[in-house]
């Protein structure tokens, strides 16, 4: 297994620049491990492909501002800082840009009330910064959109899943964009179950996997939490033969890392850098709603993990050759 085995081109225009409105709207293409097949339907049609009793796991997980532009003070260069993870109170591991300039000992201003300190330099463009104030920290921030949307969003709200509650992610869960409160609502109404879980998206949603050998990709950490009533649900959900439905792949990697080695679900708080390639033993999903990823990415060699190579191959060139919008704001898939 290669990492290049999970390239391919795709044609910027295929990469969606703003969000479909309404968000249920956005096209959904299906997919059967059972039989190879294809259909091609619309994100609110979705209902149409669910049983009673199924159980649908989301991430809860809510964006943070996590983007930062500042100034360092003395020399006025601009430096953009985008927050990682919380190490403790105002001290953040961050992602700085330009990186090569900015050492241990340096303070950038934000705003009159915030500036940090850089404490510690990491690998890359990894530093550890020490805020002056964590609330204005909250205020200065901006919403991170990816690298690859080019047009400013006019309402951040549209990159957050409906159901966020729980702030930690540099990235939005994207999978669920596509759910509005009255899809979920008819989705309930046909006896479908609700779990919600919490894993904050980190780096590696927009990290091209560098080696060759997948398998010796450093993963970075996200930090996630099942409940023991979410554990208890879903494990209820297996010993009665009813599926659960994964929405997201981190979920997915939740959920794995929840039951990795064991034959149950088990409640989880804590670090998880769950690699998932081609090979892996699946234990606890049987469906997945996922939207089109980035070449080299960990998240297409999971799909690929739980559909086969072969067929995730099949169903992007289906795709493109449809015209189906890709990445954050783009069209949907449902592996059944």
Not at 5 to 28: C, G, K
Not at 130 to 143: H, I, N, P, T, Y
């Amino acid at each position: 297994m290669k990492t290049s085995d999970f390239d391919y081109h795709l044609p910027s225009e295929f990469i969606a620049q703003t969000p479909i409105e309404p968000r249920d709207h956005s096209r959904l293409m299906v997919i059967h491990r059972a039989d190879g097949s294809i259909e091609h339907r619309h994100f609110f049609e979705i209902v149409d492909f669910l049983r009673p009793g199924d159980v649908l796991v989301f991430n809860d997980s809510r964006v943070m501002p996590a983007r930062l532009i500042g100034r360092k003070e003395g020399s006025g260069g601009k430096v953009e800082i985008l927050l990682l993870r919380r190490l403790s109170p105002s001290l953040w591991e961050t992602l700085v840009r330009p990186a090569r300039r900015v050492n241990v000992g340096m303070r950038v201003a934000f705003a009159d009330d915030l500036h940090g300190e850089i404490e510690q330099s990491g690998a890359g463009a990894i530093r550890v910064v020490k805020f002056s104030d964590e609330e204005a920290l909250e205020r200065a921030g901006q919403m991170p959109l990816p690298p690859y949307i080019h047009i400013p969003l006019g309402d951040p709200e549209r990159y957050q899943t409906v159901y966020s509650r729980v702030n930690g992610s540099i990235a939005a869960p994207t999978a669920g964009l596509h759910f509005t409160p009255a899809l979920l609502q008819r989705v309930e109404e046909k006896g479908v179950q609700f779990a919600f879980v919490t894993l904050h998206v980190g780096l590696d949603t927009f990290s091209p996997v560098r080696v060759e050998d997948p398998r010796n990709h450093p993963m970075h950490k996200e930090h996630g939490q099942i409940t023991p009533e979410v554990a208890q649900q879903l494990n209820e959900a297996k010993a009665g033969g009813r599926r659960i439905i994964c929405v997201g792949t981190t979920t997915v990697r939740l959920l794995e890392q929840a039951a990795h080695k064991r034959k149950r679900i088990e409640a989880f708080q804590g670090w998880t850098d769950l690699l998932v390639l081609p090979g892996h033993r699946f234990r606890t999903l049987d469906g997945l709603i996922t939207n089109f990823h980035l070449p080299r990415s960990t998240l297409l060699m999971l799909v690929s993990a739980f559909a086969g190579k072969e067929f995730i191959q099949r169903a992007y060139h289906e795709a493109m050759r449809l015209g189906y919008r890709f990445y954050s704001f783009g069209d949907a898939m449902l592996i059944l």
